[in-house]
């Protein structure tokens, strides 16, 4: 059974940064597009980004050029840098895993428990 545990969430004031973790136990993060997600009170849940099998990363306009993705494979575990927060990050984070090398939002079948970010101004 595949498990995914976020962690790395707090509170920071605007302008801060923080980097989140996700490690993977029973699947490897490396055979499937791995994928971080988000939701803010009282909203759906959104996608902030993709990485694919071969490394390659996308974002939501929203992060891109603040959020960054990384993975160890060695170490099961997939990162997301986040640099320049904004009140508007604040959200519960996710981490998913997608059943294949897809990169798509209905592909994700496995969550982890999220970790919360909040942003003050």
């Known amino acids: 059974q595949v498990q995914l545990v976020e962690s790395g969430g707090g509170s920071v004031q605007a302008g801060g940064s923080l980097r989140l973790s996700c490690v993977v136990s029973?699947?490897?993060?490396?055979?499937?597009?791995m994928g971080w997600f988000r939701q803010a009170p009282g909203k759906a849940r959104e996608w902030v980004g993709y990485?694919?099998?071969?490394?390659?990363?996308t974002y939501d306009d929203s992060v891109k050029g603040r959020f960054a993705s990384s993975s160890d494979n060695a170490k099961n575990t997939l990162y997301l840098q986040m640099n320049s927060l904004n009140p508007e990050d604040t959200a519960m984070y996710y981490c998913a895993r997608a059943s294949s090398f897809r990169c798509s939002a209905r592909d994700f079948a496995e969550w982890g428990q999220g970790t919360q970010v909040t942003v003050s101004s």
């Open positions: 029973g699947g490897a993060i490396s055979s499937v597009c």
């Open positions: 990485m694919a099998t071969n490394g390659w990363t």
